[in-house]
């Protein structure tokens, strides 16, 4: 199989590894059809996070059952199945309660033996609890199958800052942060019925899918600007929910000065943050929760609005690639030429 190898900062390689096999009973191997890079990719091409070199990359990806172990009977060989970006076992109390991102059995792609997902074809311990298939695949054009992939990671996580904020009808959001996460956390908000939807974006393409997306107004500025253009947009109240979807100092201090008394920002931006102000959430009540999404959970839900064609957000994919131009989809994003590159099998 081919599979993206990192070698260190700034330079990912495809090699040609062995296949994968069935190593446990309860073991799939996935021809994969589609990936994609995500932006928390870039931590260690950009050597912000350090990353042992050799190791296999990407944790969004779906394909073709191959083969099953002894003791699977969810899935067939022929099977199109999604894979959200973390494995679990479906069956410890944090998988039943729904935190299937919490599993205490779980563990990542490219990471403890596991194959990653910018591959041609991966290994899926736990395949029970992992994976979601999708029926009647075999009816699916190419813009459904596109508008599946986000489902693996950015989409999932996007519904998880919303409902993580308490997003309803008649509720006030701000995005912060119009990246893939961003913008799929704009078309949550959408779906769950928010009567305002105000993406923060200098980036006119990205305020362009945004819209397309259900925002209803773009503020084009950062720090004390767009808090002053959020204030004149709610009667200087600030915003019911505060979807935070970046992780930095500025962005906390952003979303705490947007938000109201009484409001509550959900977070799925990987904390690159010092340490958040509490006295500042006591004073004003402010709730914040959100963490790492429970993609195996959400995508069951999810599902069939995708296939319907009610959500969509494949246009955050504005690279389309082969696995063997993967650095370049790697540069593309590290350059903001491209929201997200898929990865076409």
Known sequence: MKTGIFYGPGDIRVETRPDPTIQEPTDVVVKVTYSCICGSDLWAWRAINKRETGGPVGHEFMGIVEAVGDTVTKFKVGDLVIAPFSISDGT?????????????????????DNDGGQASMVRVPMAEGTLTAVPDHDKLNEQVMRALLPLSDVLCTGHHVAVSAEVGPGKTVAVIGDGAVGLCAVAA??????????????????????????????????GDDAV?????????????????????????????AMTRAGGIIGFVGAPHAKDPSLMRMFRANIGIRGGVAPAGAYIPELLPDVLSGKLDVSPIFTLTIPLDDLAEGYQAMDERRAIKTLIKL
């Open 92 to 112: 410890c109390p944090e998988c039943r309660n729904g935190m299937t991102s919490a599993c205490r059995h779980g563990s990542n792609w490219g990471r403890d």
């Open 189 to 222: 908000s959408k779906r769950l019925g928010a009567t305002k939807i105000i993406l923060i974006s200098t980036h006119p393409d990205r305020a362009e899918i945004g819209q397309q997306f259900g925002a209803t107004d773009i503020v084009d500025a950062r």
């Open 228 to 256: 002053k253009q959020i204030k004149a947009l709610t009667d200087d109240a600030g915003v019911d929910a505060m979807l935070e979807c970046v992780g930095t100092d500025e962005s906390w201090e952003t979303s705490f």
